[in-house]
């Protein structure tokens, strides 16, 4: 959990920018929700490498006191540093990039204090079209930030081509499993093309929140504690989506275990984003000890859009249910336990259960109003 | 033939799951009938192998007289002793994998007296995407099990990427198709995403049993004796469908010449699992010495599934079909000879032949009874 | 052109299979029609190669006399020889593959007089998969081949994977673009489950003929003089078709400029057989020097199958064109010559042409009635 | 911007037809719109590169004072000259390919003058099939090129195989993605089967102008200043379209930012066919500084064909957008502001625009009539 720069600031980044961002999260207590991790994503590099060393340089006017001291603030104010750079000749921001430098780069992020490097994938001169290209690509990096000594978090920004689900496991903490999201719930635009990502050739970018979950549904059983399916970062608060529907972008990134990473503005934030950022209760279910994400139970169609069910398991017994509405209107529907509890069996299908809305607060004010008890279905639901 | 540990005990193995098991399959007479492999699959392993030797090392709780004690006793009873590995850094089960290690290991089931592999596929590192690299990996522990001059039936459990049935006629016994199989008989699952595993790039679990057959239909062209096509273990037993379903699932699995691996608890079983997976025609059609899988010779869509016919050729001049109704409800068709008998000819399509059901039984109680001749067709069959 | 064993007698074959039929080509004439190459396929080995030299050895029961002998008395009767083998450790029948023997192989064929090569694809150890892989292992034999100094035609029987149309042009004189045909018409079959060979991942067998026309469609734009598309041997005389479906398989194969390889038993053959195989019209158009395969100009589903109109042209300002009828009726159709001509552009289009009948004959008795002229448009012509 | 041989005279090329083209360029100025490199396609090659040196020749023949002389005259008349290769043993023509030739032919271009290189991907020995080994393939000529110290535009004609929008953007100027157009405006043609090029596996030819167009839809996200994808060249008054569907050909390869390069006989040329390529408003557009190709904002069927949104920023905070109708007749379109500027967001979707129609001259006589102003949306647009 974080902030990062690039869904707001893309390229327009600074010292200041960070900053002012780092002691929003600490003055609006963010960081007792979880988020620590700032992350200084693209066109934070000079023109060039040193010439000498090859060492990456940051921008001396974006960046005049250098990134160690930025790096040292963060720290100072409690949060962790996150650094970007691509598997590639260069950046997407058209930046240097890491590819044959990998060592040199991470022992120059671990002396700067990076607790976190984002991982990109452009211009990557062919290297990438099968899983062996792309592992070995993403496992120098691995390699290299594991030689520093230091806890790096290793956040691979490989747009899901050649299936890193199989194998950034054992390399990776998360895993990018599509192309950008796009501030929009869930418009098809061309610029993100594919049905599917089990074997995407453009993963694009431009894709919307809710094509980004249809994605996600095959993948959640290739995730778990430390291998993060991530969905990309959350544009909670950046204009482009309905109170309700980034209700359902945060629930559906929470259940699903993506990391939440931040990307809206957060000097200039809404009563309504900081409300929905800083929901505990599903933010306790995202960060939950089984780190597994639901299972999509079961999908269909209805004009203009599809009603999906959503199943998850937690800790202590409890789970997690969710219906995801991408259609225009409302509707409404039969939620059956055994489809709920498909995967625990006939006991819980029968079994008699207490209800919470993650959404409705309880008279403290908590998040997760207790809404009753159920067994075996809930007839007639209505999803807005 | 034979049992393993998975589809019921998953990870919570030891000797005594085992012995109690096999004891169970003596004393029921399971041998009998041709079921003599006894497989404990993953989570058999220590946290780690031996420091020194970087042998595998089996977990001293779960098999306190070791792995050699326990095949011992397997051997006695006559029964014949499988184990599980993967061809990867870790096994499924987050154990440690084979991957790099393939002679030491090889050679050391062989001296714990193991008569059966069922090597998996999980944290390949990427080893996996086109046929070579798959093959190459698969075949390393297919050398090294050679090598040790011990007959070990080798399994491989690689899920149906990259084509197996093309290479791994030459290195290996058998080999799965498809992602894991999940004791329902048709329900869609998000977790196993494909429709055809030609291509498939996540083979994923929750693979309901119709649909693995629906998968092994173009495949039976690559089997014979040897080279078997393997749909996964058998459900019969573990209570995710009815009976008539899992009679479905013992037919077909027998006349599609895949491997029958039990996969239920044999020491609690009720009468009617009993009388399935004792069906003594089923199984002699399975083992039958042409080793040739059944083809499916039409496949039509009906109401909420679909209606298709199945035909092979036995040894001794003799045929099995089959009719597949995967709709909720029942089905009236008419069977044309000449469809059964395609790939015969003319000369057979207008022959007599004596009919037998091979789910019911004879006045002497043994399955197969005699339910009359046909020439030509048989009009309205019902298939429930 | 010429002969092959496959199609009708398997893998019973013999000196005197192939010695009888050599015989029947030359009494019946069909040498003078084209005939030429006699092709001796699978199964003619030994069970194992020479073990002092490894040189390829045949079965000396089949073969009393040696391959050599067989050789000269084809030569003798003014027929070519060809022989079979397979770029993999086994051939498809299970006999010694020529996979790592390919120099001593060619050697060995050339000595032994062979003129014609077909070399298949079983058993290739996961060779294949990218077009790289498969190229080399095809020009290993055709770099042997051309060491022999003997001229050998090289047929790789490859099945179309990894687009051979792409890279076999500079290696081999024709390729086979998908799995083996089926003596049918257009039934769908299992074990040629894909709809196109673009990038099938199974060409599997049981190709029914029209099924075989539909995925040489858009590959004639690949072919040309000394490369050729290969759409398998011909079924015509095998008994699986009508006679005008036999007509159409002719037809078709001839102006896609597809090999004209019998496959029926020539020593049992009908008149109409021998009718068909020796149209002379035909043939001319399948050895015309264009070497330019028709193109499929339009293709409309009608009630059971398609409707296609195919276009092609021959030297000397001349043209073919065919339609294409897949469904169980007689089809009524315009044929607009901006579509016969459409390549050819306006003048062509608009002009008058003296139409041929290939299927009837003239007074004289030669193929190829005159039935009329025609400026701009066919209307209503009828397909059966 | 140029001229190229190909498109209508193929193979039969000289110094005559190349020089004849030259001078008509300059005659008509159209240098002055842009137009100024000269292309010589294939079939320029003698039959063998020099015996002793390895060096390309060319036709003596057809050059008959060689190809320095011809570019000497070029470069005389302030145009500048382009030679054609392919990555392949052969060119496409049949002629000597560059395969293994790098370095010595860059060297030779270069010291004949050349400008610019089309280079091709015909008869490439099986060198393709993932990215990498299409990436060092033209990387090899890319580099051979920059060695020689002559600035060459290095303009890659490798039909969209293995995604070169993502790893030639390193190596080349433009590549083309797609295969080879056909003068026709929307015909089908089973030469050019792919319904998408994102993993097409038979580029082929015969691809009619909107179905390029289409293909190139999610890829203009790949492009930009230096890096071009190439939508092949112009047919423009070759005769295959209409005039208005000429001006869509002239309009989308412009605002998709494809090289526009002439294919038509520009010594024959039909006033109108002049009008359209010297449409300065459009040529400025494809030219402008930004280098952002148009993105298609929305598709929808019509009957017989789509209509389709597209829009694209150019600099100056000017924007242009294009409305495309692949049906048989008119259509009326309501045009919504929020799709236009989709990118741009809420504050120019509600913004006042002054609109040109670029396809009419104001009273000076100059592309780009002002047609009104529009706020928020356009009601009702006619697309014929």
Redesign the interface.
Known sequence: MGWNTWNHFACNISEDTILSAAKTIVAQNLTQYGYEYVIMDDCWQAPARDNATGAPVADPTKFPNGVKALSDQLHAMGLKFGIYSSAG??TCGGRFGSLGYETIDAQTYASWGADYLKYDNC??????????????RY?NMSLALNATGRPILYSMCQWGE??P???A??IANSWRISGDIMDNFGRYD??C??T?M??C??S???CAMSRIIDFA?????KAGPGRWNDLDMLEVGN?GMTYDEYVTHFTMWSILKSPLILGNDVTNMAAETYSIITNDALIAINQDANGSPA??MW?VLVDGGDLSLWSGSLVNNTYVFALLNTSPSNQTVDIEFTDVFFDEG?AYQTGTYTLYDLWQKSASGAWGLTVGEATGSLPGVVVG
């Open positions: 000749e260069n211009y990557n001169d062919g290297r990438s079209g099968y899983p062996l290209i792309s592992f070995q496992q050649d299936q689900w199989n194998w496991t054992t061309d610029r093309p594919c599917s089990l074997d050739k453009l694009g970018y431009h549904a095959p993948l959640g059983q204009g299972t999509r999908k006939p």
